[in-house]
């Protein structure tokens, strides 16, 4: 199975604000960052979390957002690992 990010791809992560529990962070919704790398499949777990089996097995990607971007200041990167069904092609 092909990766669908690649490392240096721009991605966006979506805005959505679910009433589940998800493992994007409020502060990271809809910003611009740039994947690291790949990080292997796991559970989506916004699904496990809310005691299903059915979870879709999905790419984890390390990806790197700017603070400023993040939370409008600072000089430094963050890195989070977050599933790709977070994650869109930046415009």
Excluded: C, N
């Amino acid at each position: 199975m092909t990766d669908r990010f690649a490392a240096g791809a721009h991605v966006r992560t979506y805005p959505h604000d679910p009433a589940h529990h998800t493992r994007l962070p409020r502060y990271a919704r809809g910003k611009l960052g740039v994947v690291v790398e790949p990080e292997g499949r796991a559970p989506l777990a916004d699904v496990r979390a809310q005691g299903r089996d059915d979870a879709p097995v999905e790419m984890i990607y390390a990806v790197r957002f700017a603070a400023r971007e993040l939370w409008g200041e600072g000089d430094h990167h963050v890195v989070l690992d977050l599933s790709e069904s977070y994650l869109r092609e930046a415009e």
